[in-house]
């Protein structure tokens, strides 16, 4: 079993810049595919990026290429998610997932464990 706890979320002018992190328990972390998902309200929850368990590849969707970047360390069992230039629109529960068995996941249904979210608001 993998548990997920997602920090670094909070309100944040238009502009301006956070960090999330995901730190995972277990000692597989380097072998899982990562990756963020984001759901604003009214709204489907929405892929943002991943990461392979190496941290080789990388892939973003694009209304945040360019903007945010994710990466992981291995030896912390942590994943982050650099966002910076954030936009009104970026506002949402913002998610960590774990894939097991790929080298990188793009669809929501791949992953097996999600953390809780942390919320990002961004103000104009």
């Known amino acids: 079993q993998v548990q997920l706890v997602e920090s670094g979320g909070r309100l944040v002018q238009a502009g301006g810049s956070l960090r999330l992190a995901c730190a995972a328990s277990?000692?597989?972390?380097?072998?899982?595919?990562m990756g963020w998902f984001r759901q604003a309200p009214g709204k489907e929850r929405e892929f943002v990026a991943a990461?392979?368990?190496?941290?080789?590849?990388?892939y973003y969707t694009d209304s945040v290429k360019g903007r945010f970047t994710i990466s992981r360390d291995n030896a912390k069992n942590t994943m982050y998610l650099q966002m910076n230039r954030l936009k009104p629109e970026d506002t949402a529960v913002y998610y960590c997932?774990?894939?097991?068995?790929?080298?990188?996941?793009?669809?929501?249904?791949?992953?097996?464990?999600w953390g809780q979210g942390t919320q990002v608001t961004v103000s104009s």
């Open positions: 997932a774990a894939a097991v068995g790929y080298t990188i996941v793009v669809f929501s249904t791949d992953y097996q464990y």
């Open positions: 990461i392979s368990w190496s941290g080789d590849n990388t």
């Open positions: 277990g000692r597989a972390f380097s072998t899982y595919a």
